[in-house]
């Protein structure tokens, strides 16, 4: 028993020098990738001198679903792009939603502004936020389009970077990466914002390198010819992975995914750990549900629970002490400087590292069975034996 107990503890200490390992790694490469972009700022910056004329124009689509922390900011951000010819255009579902008041609020800041509002409470199937997208395409302006989630905060170059890098040949879907920035100081919302900084970032580019093209749904721009190609937004309406499933669709259409050179700020607003937590499992579920050995070795990412585990098989070991002890204060370190790095900081996160590696093995356990997600108030199934997400 001791033997085997001196193996897994052995096995569980490779795992976590590993997961370190990744994690710097994919720190470097988000460097390289930071280096000479703008970041967004929650301050309100002055509006930049505005580009040529000559650019396409461009329908920036963001589909509402009620008030959330940080909001109006996020909105906020796109009325304040140096782009010289974009319409935003809002979708909501209904008359009765705090976000109208929101965007009507902006509409009066920003006069100059070419904005449209679509409220319309039809569904077309499932995924609501698909079908707002439906409902929201008819009031496009532009052939050039860009779906941006609402808890979205972008730089002033934002439609720029996207646009530019669409141009690029044989591109035709362009995301953006994007930095958890917690609504406040509240402990549990930097635990989710820890999470898609230290965990998701490195995992991208890391996964860039070696070649993947996954669609990141914060932002998802295409044109309209390779939309109507893949079906229109109907062919994502049944889907909870609307973003992997539109960049499957792509991929087999011929085309290449690429990420645009800016990095945007996503709001983490759950304040309760209950609410994290079901966030979190939503999201492990859907992954796990399209890319299954991607999910499973993402596990790699939480090298203080593979840490803590090497401790609880070799309690007395000096080794496994100094790999967990050793590995906290590397945590520490990449995860400080990735949010220095993007303007996330987590102050005084440092003794809750390994509480958060451990949140998150518990989230990949209960990712491992069992579809039913919720969502926006919605609870959704996923289908089993597809290879896509699909709600019942």
Same mark, same amino acid.
């Given at each position: 028993?001791?033997?085997?107990?001196?193996?897994?503890?052995?096995?569980? +200490?490779?795992?976590?020098?590993?997961?370190?390992? $990744?994690?710097?790694?994919?720190?470097? *490469? =988000?460097?390289?990738?930071?280096?000479?972009?703008?970041?967004?700022?929650?301050?309100?910056?002055?509006?930049?001198?505005?580009?040529?004329?000559?650019?396409? /124009?461009?329908?920036?689509? #963001?589909?509402?679903? /009620?008030?959330?922390?940080?909001?109006?900011?996020?909105?906020?951000?796109?009325?304040?792009?140096?782009?010289?010819?974009?319409?935003?255009?809002?979708? *909501?579902?209904?008359?009765?939603?705090?976000?109208? !008041?929101?965007?009507?609020?902006?509409?009066?800041?920003?006069? $100059?502004?070419? %904005?449209?509002?679509?409220?319309?409470?039809?569904?077309?199937?499932?995924?609501?936020?698909?079908?707002?997208?439906?409902?929201?395409?008819?009031?496009? #302006?532009?052939?050039?389009?860009?779906?941006?989630?609402?808890?979205?905060?972008?730089?002033?170059?934002?439609?720029?970077?996207?646009?530019?890098?669409?141009?690029?040949?044989?591109?035709?879907? %362009?995301?953006?990466?994007?930095? +958890? *920035?917690?609504?406040? &100081?509240?402990?549990?919302? $930097?635990?989710?914002?820890?999470?898609?900084?230290?965990?998701?970032?490195?995992?991208?580019?890391?996964?860039?390198?070696?070649?993947?093209?996954?669609?990141?749904?914060?932002?998802?721009? =295409?044109?309209?010819?390779?939309?109507? #190609?893949?079906?229109?937004?109907?062919?994502?309406?049944?889907?909870?992975?609307?973003?992997?499933?539109? +960049?499957? =669709?792509?991929?087999?259409?011929?085309?290449?995914?690429?990420?645009?050179?800016?990095?945007?700020?996503?709001?983490?607003?759950? &304040?309760?750990?209950?609410?994290?937590?079901?966030?979190?499992?939503? @999201?492990?579920?859907?992954?796990?549900?399209?890319?299954? =050995?991607?999910?499973?070795?993402?596990?790699?990412?939480?090298? *203080?629970?593979?840490? /803590?585990?090497?401790?609880?098989?070799?309690?007395?070991?000096?080794?496994? @002490?100094?790999?967990?002890?050793?590995? @906290?204060?590397?945590?520490?370190?990449?995860?400080?400087?990735?949010?220095?790095?993007?303007?996330?900081?987590?102050?005084?996160?440092?003794?809750?590292?390994?509480?958060?590696?451990?949140?998150?093995?518990?989230?990949?356990?209960?990712?491992?069975? /069992?579809?039913?997600?919720? @969502?926006?108030? $919605?609870?959704?199934?996923? !289908?089993?034996?597809?290879?896509?997400? #699909?709600?019942?």
């Amino acid at each position: 028993m001791s033997i085997l107990l001196t193996v897994a503890s052995s096995i569980s +200490g490779a795992l976590s020098l590993a997961g370190h390992a $990744q994690g710097i790694i994919g720190s470097v *490469l =988000l460097t390289r990738f930071c280096r000479n972009i703008q970041l967004p700022s929650l301050k309100t910056p002055k509006e930049a001198p505005t580009l040529e004329a000559s650019l396409p /124009g461009v329908t920036v689509l #963001k589909p509402l679903h /009620g008030d959330e922390p940080l909001l109006e900011e996020a909105l906020e951000s796109l009325f304040l792009q140096n782009y010289p010819n974009y319409q935003i255009v809002f979708g *909501l579902h209904s008359q009765d939603d705090p976000a109208l !008041t929101i965007v009507k609020r902006l509409q009066q800041r920003y006069p $100059q502004r070419d %904005v449209a509002v679509v409220v319309d409470a039809s569904l077309h199937g499932p995924n609501r936020k698909v079908g707002n997208l439906i409902n929201m395409h008819k009031a496009c #302006k532009h052939d050039i389009f860009i779906i941006s989630d609402s808890d979205i905060h972008v730089s002033t170059d934002y439609i720029e970077s996207v646009v530019s890098t669409l141009e690029k040949n044989n591109v035709q879907l %362009v995301t953006t990466l994007y930095a +958890g *920035l917690p609504a406040s &100081k509240n402990i549990i919302r $930097q635990f989710g914002a820890h999470s898609i900084n230290a965990n998701f970032l490195p995992g991208v580019m890391i996964s860039r390198l070696m070649g993947r093209q996954d669609c990141l749904g914060a932002t998802m721009a =295409l044109r309209t010819k390779d939309l109507k #190609k893949i079906g229109g937004f109907e062919a994502l309406v049944d889907h909870v992975a609307d973003d992997a499933t539109l +960049g499957q =669709l792509i991929r087999h259409n011929g085309g290449d995914i690429a990420l645009a050179p800016t990095l945007c700020h996503t709001t983490v607003a759950e &304040k309760r750990l209950k609410d994290l937590f079901s966030h979190e499992l939503r @999201w492990g579920r859907t992954v796990r549900s399209v890319e299954p =050995l991607g999910y499973g070795l993402s596990s790699l990412q939480l090298p *203080l629970f593979w840490g /803590g585990i090497c401790v609880l098989f070799a309690p007395y070991s000096p080794i496994a @002490w100094s790999i967990f002890l050793a590995g @906290w204060l590397c945590r520490y370190v990449t995860t400080y400087y990735i949010g220095r790095l993007t303007n996330c900081s987590l102050p005084g996160f440092f003794p809750f590292l390994p509480l958060r590696d451990w949140m998150s093995a518990c989230v990949m356990f209960g990712s491992a069975s /069992g579809s039913r997600v919720a @969502w926006r108030g $919605q609870t959704m199934h996923i !289908t089993r034996g597809k290879n896509l997400s #699909k709600s019942l």
